[in-house]
């Protein structure tokens, strides 16, 4: 019997952009089911300390768009925290920009992860633009 690789990928994807569409698209080269989360507005004003430019509701419309997007979902203070968003999801994979590679709560996840049978997946971080970018250069 087959049995579909479950992939995750969370963010706030506000001002969408290639970056945005890079890693969806890298995601889901690499499971048969992609769950995109989307981090509520007031997630962002906690963790960011301002609020995206593009509300939630049009923030997750987009994903939910977008062809290599199976399934998105709200992330909030009750499944932000990775092994939550797992008990939830059941993923195989969780996908993320290398750019957090090496941070020590990430090291910590991916081991989580790894005892219940899911991992992380880094892709290369695109350098070329990002959301911090566009808003320096729309300010």
């Known amino acids: ?5 479950i992939g995750y990928v969370a963010g706030v994807f506000d001002l969408f952009h290639v970056g945005h569409l ?4 890298k995601a889901k080269e ?3 089911y992609l769950i995109a989360g989307v981090l509520t507005d007031e997630l962002v004003m906690h963790f960011k300390n301002h609020m995206p430019v593009i509300p939630f509701e049009e923030r ?3 994903l939910r768009s977008i062809r290599y997007v199976d399934e998105a979902v ?3 203070f009750e499944n932000i925290d990775k092994m939550d968003a797992w008990r939830r999801y059941h993923f195989d994979y969780l996908f993320s920009g290398d750019d957090y590679r090496n941070a020590s709560h990430w090291i910590d996840d991916q081991r989580k992860l790894q005892e219940v049978g899911s991992d992380i997946v880094f ?3 695109t350098q070329s633009t990002s959301s911090t970018m566009i808003r320096k250069k729309l300010n």
Do not use: G, K, L, Q
Request: proline content about 5%; some cysteine; aromatic content about 14%.
């Open 1 to 5: 019997m087959y049995n579909s690789r």
């Open 22 to 25: 890079n890693i969806v698209r």
């Open 30 to 32: 690499h499971c048969d």
């Open 60 to 62: 997750i419309e987009i």
């Open 74 to 76: 709200s992330v909030t």
């Open 123 to 125: 892709f290369p971080y």
